[in-house]
């Protein structure tokens, strides 16, 4: 047989990579909402009272440009926690996660589903604002949360010299990147927001390119300390160059821009499509990947030209019902509707 025969031979006979149902993980969504338009959570009590899953959930279908009905029912839920005088109306005791839950609904209300509603993006925009941690609430540059945004029920003013902290006070590069996104969605991050963002991306940047997720935390930044220092991953990388890119502006393009290139780098040279990368603490090992299906559809958002088999690895972890679900529980991507909604939401980010 000629070189080229036994080629042609060999690429016939691979078998075709498995694709993911999408169409299957959006009816397993639209099936799990609930009539005035929520989606809760069967799994966790934090996510029960529809203000977590239902914006998240939303987002994934927009991406995906799928069940226009379940969407307006979503915005129509939505509704219900902005006032007539343009104001968040939180629910008692607060939302769970805050950022997350007006970032996400201001980018929905971004989105052409979210046309005629200026109040409602007005009142989400000035919830952000109200909660970036910057000289308006008592945060010097000096100090190592200057700049983001963290996951305070409250609103995260600095406590008095040796005063007490509310828990999750400090800013963190999740809620800092989804505060940053839909800000730049809405025309509302100005130069100055942006520039106060930069202060505390430069703080999670490692030399190696990569990007940890809090200061000071050995635990929350998931794959822990080594020699004294928070190692970089994945999840947090790609949510960093992401971030970094959202602030590129001003005098400080070409700053960005090198910081950039390296954490590409990081995620280029660490990447393989089943495993979220990162050096790991031994300690941390058995949670590797724990925050895999966020990790793809940041990645996927990203660096869409650089993710070669991610698509077949999320088609093979595909459930017979159209859902995904993570077997680790740490960060609750064993909730089938949080682990379905970033699936899908990478698998649009790559489509």
């Not at 609930?34 to 994934?60: C, I, N």
């Not at 409602?120 to 919830?127: H, I, R, S």
């Not at 010299?161 to 509302?188: C, D, M, V, W």
Request: glycine residues 8%; proline residues 7%.
């Amino acid at each position: 047989m000629s070189p080229c025969l036994a080629l042609l031979a060999l690429v016939v006979a691979q078998p075709p990579a498995p694709r993911a149902d999408t169409a299957a993980a959006v009816t397993f969504l639209v099936k799990h909402q609930s009539p005035d338009g929520a989606w809760r959570s069967d799994v966790y009590a934090a996510f029960k009272d529809g203000t977590a899953l239902t914006p998240l959930v939303l987002g994934a279908l927009q991406d995906a440009d799928a069940a226009p009905a379940a969407r307006a029912k979503a915005l129509a839920f939505l509704d219900t926690f902005v006032t007539p005088a343009g104001e968040v109306r939180e629910p008692a005791g607060g939302f769970d996660y805050p950022v997350y839950t007006a970032a996400l609904a201001l980018k929905a209300l971004c989105h052409a589903d979210g046309a005629g509603r200026p109040a409602a993006k007005a009142a989400w925009v000035k919830y952000l604002l109200d909660r970036q941690l910057t000289r308006d609430l008592g945060w010097e540059p000096t100090d190592p949360h200057y700049g983001g945004w963290g996951y305070s029920r409250g609103v995260p003013k600095k406590p008095e010299p040796n005063g007490f902290a509310p828990p999750l006070t400090e800013s963190n590069l999740s809620a800092t990147l989804f505060a940053l996104e839909a800000l730049h969605a809405a025309g509302a991050l100005t130069d100055a927001r942006a520039e106060a963002a930069l202060a505390f991306l430069r703080r999670c940047q490692n030399e190696d390119g990569g990007f940890h997720f809090v200061h000071a935390d050995p635990v929350r930044n998931k794959a822990g300390l080594i020699g004294g220092v928070a190692a970089s991953y994945g999840s947090a990388t790609a949510d960093g160059l992401r971030a970094l890119r959202l602030c590129r502006r001003g005098g400080h393009v070409e700053e960005i821009d090198r910081r950039a290139m390296r954490a590409a780098g990081w995620l280029r040279t660490g990447f393989r499509a089943d495993t979220h990368p990162g050096r790991y603490a031994p300690a941390m090992e058995g949670n590797r990947n724990a925050v895999y299906f966020y990790y793809a559809a940041s990645l996927a958002k990203a660096l869409p030209d650089a993710t070669a088999g991610l698509t077949a690895a999320l088609a093979r972890q595909q459930r017979p019902d159209g859902s995904w679900a993570n077997a680790i529980e740490l960060v609750r991507e064993n909730d089938p509707l949080v682990a379905t909604s970033q699936a899908l939401a990478a698998l649009a980010a790559l489509r």
